[in-house]
């Protein structure tokens, strides 16, 4: 089983619905974590809500440091937001293999309850689509420089 780090700076709401999405069907290949450079500290009531309109589980979510994973063995990171991307990683993640898959966050979205759950629903739509993209690899058997070459390029696909 590889375990997935999926990192953004506020570990609040797309790393937290890509660390849901990716446990829920990603079946006993992947386990995957998710957490923040600077996290905030609590997870965005709107990602939950998202996630249980989907019927995934919201109770084990949190907001947590990437400190907290040194000595995990991960496998695999995964950036989700820009910023976060560009930072300088723990050493602990040097050795891992490294994506980006970067998404507007729609924490920022403002507007009526609709307008703003829309712009949730369309960041868990992406997040699947990626997500079911990485699951059709055969990333077992593969080395590490294709994993990483096919994850950018799954990250570089439109939402």
């Given at each position: 089983?590889?375990?997935?780090?999926?990192?953004?700076?506020?570990?609040?709401?797309?790393?937290?619905?890509?660390?849901?999405?990716?446990?829920?069907?990603?079946?006993?290949?992947?386990?995957?974590?998710?957490?923040?450079?600077?996290?905030?500290?609590?997870?965005?009531?709107?990602?939950?809500?998202?996630?249980?309109?989907?019927?995934?589980?919201?109770?084990?979510?949190?907001?947590?440091?990437?400190?907290?994973?040194?000595?995990?063995?991960?496998?695999?990171?995964i950036?989700?937001?820009?910023?976060?991307?560009?930072?300088?990683?723990?050493v602990?993640?040097?050795?891992?293999?490294?994506?980006?898959?970067?998404?507007?966050?729609?924490?920022?979205?403002?507007?009526?309850?609709?307008?703003?759950?829309?712009?949730?629903?369309?960041?868990?739509?992406?997040l699947?689509?990626?997500?079911?993209?990485?699951?059709?690899?055969?990333?077992?058997?593969?080395?590490?420089?294709?994993?990483?070459?096919?994850?950018?390029?799954?990250?570089?696909?439109t939402?």
């Amino acid at each position: 089983m590889l375990k997935v780090l999926i990192l953004c700076t506020g570990n609040s709401c797309r790393s937290i619905l890509a660390e849901a999405l990716l446990n829920h069907l990603g079946g006993d290949r992947f386990k995957a974590f998710s957490a923040g450079s600077h996290p905030t500290g609590k997870v965005n009531p709107h990602a939950l809500a998202t996630l249980k309109r989907h019927g995934i589980p919201t109770g084990e979510f949190s907001s947590r440091s990437w400190d907290e994973f040194e000595g995990t063995g991960i496998d695999i990171a995964i950036t989700v937001c820009d910023q976060a991307a560009g930072e300088v990683c723990p050493v602990y993640l040097n050795s891992v293999v490294r994506a980006h898959w970067g998404l507007p966050d729609p924490a920022h979205v403002t507007g009526s309850p609709n307008i703003i759950e829309t712009a949730f629903e369309a960041t868990y739509a992406a997040l699947e689509k990626r997500i079911h993209q990485m699951l059709a690899l055969p990333v077992e058997t593969m080395s590490r420089g294709e994993l990483t070459d096919a994850l950018n390029k799954i990250g570089a696909t439109t939402p």
